[in-house]
Nanobody
Framework: QVQPVESGGGSVQAGGSLRLSCAAS????????MGWFRQAPGKEREGVAV???????SYADSVKGRFTISLDNHKNTLYLQMNSLKPEDTAMYYC????????????WGPGTQVTVSS
């Protein structure tokens, strides 16, 4: 199976911004579900944002108004723009490309680490 290239993570101070990228073939407008979930140490995996075919978007309440998911169909790249970051956003972030993986929060690639300091 083709693995994605997840990037864009890093360390920022609270209030800062990062943009995560997930590049891989198969990430197109026709994909039924594409999204991001995260896992912090000692915590359960949490769905952050998902894009359904047709363009419907859904966000976790904890990130609404701060995070934006988008797709560049030509580049086969899924993005997660994260603004007004908080320490509680610190986690490993993973992208997924199908509805089963979204439902099971099953990592597709190695993920990218986001660390937010206060």
């Amino acid at each position: 199976q083709v693995q994605p290239v997840e990037s864009g993570g890093g360390s920022v101070q609270a209030g800062g911004s990062l943009r995560l990228s997930c590049a891989a073939s198969g990430l197109t407008y026709s994909s039924a579900c594409m999204g991001w979930f995260r896992q912090a140490p000692g915590k359960e995996r949490e769905g952050v944002a998902v894009r359904y075919s047709g363009g419907r978007l859904s966000y976790a309440d904890s990130v609404k108004g701060r995070f934006t998911i988008s797709l560049d169909n030509h580049k086969n790249t899924l993005y997660l723009q994260m603004n007004s970051l908080k320490p509680e956003d610190t986690a490993m972030y993973y992208c997924v490309k199908d509805c089963n993986s979204w439902a099971d929060k099953k990592p597709w690639g190695p993920g990218t680490q986001v660390t937010v300091s206060s």
